[in-house]
């Protein structure tokens, strides 16, 4: 083989050998920050200062319907109905993080 050629392969394979090693800083990356977002997600949401914080969500929301004159039974039910979307979310994230969508399970036909 002439040294062009062997020159031009060894050239070609270095090159090969920065994209794969390109492609793989990239994976490692975006796993890393992907891991990052879910426990500052989990961390948010499940941890003891969220849910102190979602209690005086809700107080604080029962209070100010009260302030405002709504009658008790409609304030619980209006607080009740407050206090699921926290609920809500945590099942979305519970099921975000196990790998499960509802969509996906509907498609399935498991869910209707």
Do not use: W
Not at 35 to 46: G, Y
């Amino acid at each position: 083989m002439s040294l062009i050629i062997i020159a031009n392969k060894m050239s070609k394979e270095k090159e090969e050998d920065v994209e794969e090693r390109h492609k793989h800083n990239e994976e490692d990356i975006e796993e890393f920050i992907s891991q990052q977002l879910i426990k500052s997600v989990v961390a948010s949401v499940f941890s003891e200062q969220a849910g102190a914080d979602m209690g005086k969500a809700v107080e604080a929301f029962h209070k100010g319907l009260k302030d405002a004159g709504i009658p008790e039974e409609t304030a619980v039910k209006m607080t009740e109905d407050y206090r699921s979307t926290f609920a809500g979310l945590r099942d979305v994230m519970k099921q975000a993080l196990s790998g499960k969508c509802p969509r996906d399970e509907r498609r399935k036909g498991s869910i209707k």
